[in-house]
């Protein structure tokens, strides 16, 4: 009896399947235009509680206006690289801008949140180096490390002994970096900055952190927050979440960003972003920076007050996570939620290690809406058998 061998197309299956089979499998689901925090998704209209739109600038009347005169003006495209002919004035305007925002001598504008960690991490390092990184960092982070061919070291989450370990024990060549996020996007909570600064210092390694989800409910950012400065930081942040744009951006020393220039090749070879983006996210900045900014990080505070009382969990950032014993568990409480009004994204591995209910808040949740919000998780919560340790 003969046997056919498996076709390309049969391995692309075998590996769907398995997926479907765990539960994991996802699917893209398009939305309508929002209205504020409601989005509408098959004729349902819901709460969202799943935007990274912390400030709730993302349809803000300056962003827009600023996106269509610079459309005006500079048309769509910027139709080239950066080191082609696709720099506009736009684009260092707003590098300066970010610059003197983040208190660093230089800033360098990417295309994504994505390319800018795996930019960053492939530019500054190179086989021979070593990179300690935390082992909660974002996949963009961890790609980049792959990428770059650096010798890595995992260190456990926020364990300072074991970094200053890991540092110890390392060869004494080469460039080091030692890479964390301040807030980190599935957790929450925070990384200890200034400690981790101090082993920067004492092991002469540079210290990379992500900044995405730690702009807007800390203004410009932790690192900001808590006053921690130092030549040795490199500053990757996202333009899409509390700004309200798109793109991301890494700020540095000069010396840093010359590097990233001429060797970050997210950087190098990808069409610029364009001038409607740039635009906006000038126009986030200033706004964030005005007495309008500040309040609206005051409400967006108050909102994460009221659900870490209610959830009893540390107030520390905009994310809070719900923890679920199993990804079906995940993916039922996330639609029974849906029927009552919210959209709330549960978020499965390999995304995160455990299954969870991942809720975030906005400035531009009502008071209301986040105490409704808060009576019908808690009544779920009431439901769900907490996942084993």
């Given at each position: 009896m003969s046997h056919t061998s498996p076709t390309a197309f049969d391995y692309l299956e075998q590996r769907l399947a398995q997926m479907r089979r765990l539960g994991l499998e996802r699917h893209?689901?398009?939305h309508l235009p929002p209205e504020g925090v409601y989005t509408d998704f098959k004729g349902q209209r819901l709460v969202n509680f799943s935007s990274n739109d912390y400030l709730g600038l993302a349809q803000h009347p300056a962003l827009r206006a600023a996106a269509i005169q610079a459309a005006d003006v500079w048309g769509t495209s910027s139709s080239a690289s950066r080191l082609v002919s696709g720099t506009l004035a736009l684009h260092e305007e707003l590098?300066?801008?970010?610059?003197t925002w983040k208190q660093t001598e230089a800033a360098l504008i990417f295309n994504?949140?994505?390319?800018?960690?795996?930019?960053?991490?492939?530019?500054?390092?190179?086989?021979?180096?070593?990179?300690?990184f935390d082992s909660l960092s974002h996949a963009s982070l961890r790609d980049g490390i792959n990428l770059s061919r650096a010798t890595a070291h995992?260190?456990?989450?926020?364990?300072?002994?074991?970094?200053?370990?890991l540092l110890a024990a390392a060869p004494a060549q080469g460039l080091r970096v030692i890479i964390t996020e301040s807030v980190f996007s599935m957790d929450?909570?925070?990384?200890?900055?200034?400690?981790?600064?101090?082993?920067?210092?004492?092991?002469?390694?540079?210290?990379?952190?992500?900044?995405?989800?730690?702009?807007?409910?800390?203004?410009?950012?932790?690192?900001?927050?808590?006053?921690?400065?130092?030549?040795?930081?490199?500053?990757?942040?996202t333009c899409?979440?509390?700004?309200?744009?798109?793109?991301?951006?890494?700020?540095s020393s000069q010396l840093v960003q010359q590097l990233?220039?001429?060797?970050?090749?997210?950087?190098?070879?990808?069409?610029?972003?364009?001038?409607?983006?740039?635009?906006?996210?000038?126009?986030?900045?200033e706004l964030l920076e005005s007495p309008e900014g500040a309040q609206r990080i005051a409400i967006l505070r108050q909102h994460c007050q009221q659900v870490a009382t209610t959830l009893e969990q540390a107030n520390q950032s905009p994310i809070f996570l719900i923890p679920m014993p199993d990804v079906a568990s995940?993916?039922?409480?996330?639609?029974?939620?849906?029927?009552?009004?919210?959209?709330?994204?549960?978020?499965?591995p390999p995304t995160v290690p455990t299954p969870r209910l991942r809720l975030t808040l906005s400035a531009a949740h009502t008071t209301e809406q986040v105490a409704t919000m808060l009576a019908a998780v808690t009544a779920l919560l009431g439901s769900v058998s907490s996942p084993v340790a």
């Open positions: 893209v689901q398009p590098e300066l801008a970010i610059a994504s949140g994505y390319q800018a960690n795996i930019g960053v991490v492939g530019g500054l390092t190179k086989a021979g180096d070593q990179i300690f995992e260190f456990r989450h926020n364990d300072l002994e074991q970094l200053q370990q929450g909570d925070c990384a200890p900055l200034p400690a981790l600064l101090q082993l920067a210092e004492a092991y002469d390694c540079l210290l990379l952190v992500d900044e995405a989800h730690g702009v807007g409910y800390y203004g410009a950012g932790l690192l900001a927050h808590l006053s921690v400065h130092s030549p040795r930081l490199i500053v990757v942040g899409g979440k509390a700004l309200g744009s798109f793109g991301a951006y890494v700020a990233l220039i001429n060797r970050a090749r997210s950087f190098i070879y990808t069409t610029a972003l364009p001038a409607p983006v740039l635009a906006a996210t000038r126009a986030a900045i995940a993916l039922h409480h996330s639609q029974a939620l849906r029927a009552q009004g919210f959209w709330i994204q549960a978020i499965r």
